[in-house]
């Protein structure tokens, strides 16, 4: 499969999931999904290669297509596509950050079972890359709301049962956490 291919699929996949469900109304007319036309394909080909796209990707069941009320097709990602959405949007993930600081401290705390050790390493990982600070082993802070986010890495890998989230107002120590997020 060529990278263009590749890009497109992933695409329709994030653009599908974006939306929770789309319509495609009859044969799809040109334009409907035009930010898919930044890949450089013509309009004719447009048609074929997404039409292809949805194929490819309801053969390996990421998608669900069925009719509308109205006569349409009706096309939603399946489990297996919301999983692969996330993946491809796991490295755009950021924390959206308050102009001004609510007080609170958020903490992520985990007890992962030996025989998942794979998955707390790269749960860590990401909680690094996010941005929180390892507060102890398992235990995380970041002054900012991140239940969605952290909700959507830990079900992305599979460990939202060991996962707890919790605020804290008063911290010991507090003055070096100000310092390195630069709060007030």
Partial sequence: MDSKRKELIKEVLIGIGLL???IVV??????VFGV??????T???????????????????MLIVGENKDGGLRVELSENG?????IYNLDKLKIKTMRKW??????????IPNKFKNRSNVLRDKLKELGLYQFQKSVWVYPF???????????????????KM???????????????????
């Fill in 166 to 184: 919790g605020e804290m107002i008063n911290l010991e120590g507090e003055h070096k956490l100000k310092k390195k997020y630069k709060l007030k």
């Fill in 82 to 86: 919301k999983k692969k959405m996330l």
């Fill in 145 to 163: 709301p991140l239940e969605n986010e952290i909700d959507l890495v830990t079900q992305l890998f599979e460990v939202k049962p060991f996962v």
């Fill in 20 to 22: 929770g469900a789309i």
């Fill in 43 to 61: 309009k004719r080909k447009y048609n074929r290669k997404f039409n292809d796209s949805i194929y490819y990707l309801k053969k390996r069941k």
């Fill in 26 to 31: 009859g044969a799809m007319a040109p334009g």
């Fill in 102 to 111: 609510d007080g609170k401290w958020r903490f992520v705390m985990f007890d």
């Fill in 36 to 41: 898919l036309n930044r890949n450089g394909f």
